[in-house]
């Protein structure tokens, strides 16, 4: 059974960032994709960013250009550093395992407990 741990959510103002890590117990960590999902309160769980396996990227459109998806596949973790945060980026974050990166949750089999982000205007 894979675990996957997130931290590095808080609270910080507008314009500022933070870094998010998901460490992951697997050791087969290298062969899955990984994401970043967000879910804001009342609405869906989105795809932010997602990276496979062999490291291609995929973002948001909201997320584009302010916000970086990586990993190490040696340490089994996975980091989304955010940059140029807003208010709209307020949301419970969750880091999660698949086969590749598709923007459905349904797509993920494995998921952490999420943490929390909170852009203050």
């Known amino acids: 059974q894979e675990q996957l741990v997130e931290s590095g959510g808080g609270l910080v103002q507008t314009g500022g960032s933070l870094r998010l890590s998901c460490a992951a117990s697997?050791?087969?960590?290298?062969?899955?994709?990984m994401a970043w999902f967000r879910r804001a309160p009342g609405k869906e769980r989105e795809l932010v960013a997602g990276i496979s396996g062999g490291g291609s990227t995929y973002y948001a459109d909201s997320v584009k250009g302010r916000f970086t998806i990586s990993r190490d596949n040696a340490k089994n973790m996975v980091y989304l550093q955010m940059n140029s945060l807003k208010p709209e980026d307020t949301a419970v974050y969750y880091c999660a395992q698949g086969w590749t990166v598709r923007t459905t949750p349904e797509s993920y089999f494995y998921w952490g407990q999420g943490t929390q982000v909170t852009v203050s205007s």
């Open positions: 697997g050791r087969t960590f290298s062969s899955y994709a």
